[in-house]
């Protein structure tokens, strides 16, 4: 791809090649994913993009957190589904999508572990286990995770119709779905107070919990057989 700079970068006795993107190349991705696309062209854009990128460089070099709105955005678009889709270049909100000529407003954020520094994780295109014991593990965080990313929204200002998408980012390969559906009601509640809808997306599925301030419940897939 072109304008990417790599960087020797010398620990002691070993090396390693830190590819950096280019501000131009940034520039031109924040310009084509804020204009209006239709949703399926979003979602196969974002993946083009997103799936280059090594994973020290989306999750270490500054700048990039565009792009992880957008793979939200481009789930929740083709989720709904909407016709179109596009990242908003203001501060905030983060993404608008059109449905059936009707624009709705969204915020994007992430819910994790906390002190997790995915920068410093390795790609490894083989394999690995993952005992069971971590997807418990995971899981148990899945509240403390909600409550850090919701409590720093809260503190923020936004129009009144905009959304909060939620990515959770702890999967557990749907083996606690169903205990976990009343964890993602009451750890997003608060956030009812300051957004129109509340979305999460976890486990593949986009989940509305609450909308208008009420308990209103809906569930669509966003995950297909190409994210695997």
Known sequence: MAD???IAVTKGAKSASVVRIA??????????LSRWTMADEFRVRIDQITRTIPRSTFFGQGGLAFLRDAWVA???????PSDMVRLVSADRPDFEVQIDGQIQQFEATEADIEGRRRGDELDDPRPRPDPVEAWRTRFEAIPASLDRVIAKKLQKDYPTEVSLAIYVNLGCYGAYVEEG???????TARARIKFKRVFVLWEGCLYKFWEEGEFRFEKWQYARPEDF
Do not use: F, N, Q
């Open 4 to 6: 990417r700079v790599e």
């Open 23 to 32: 501000k131009t190349e940034l520039r031109a991705w924040a310009a084509e």
């Open 74 to 80: 481009s789930r929740v678009a083709c989720a709904l």
């Open 181 to 187: 559906l009343p964890i993602l009601r009451e750890h």
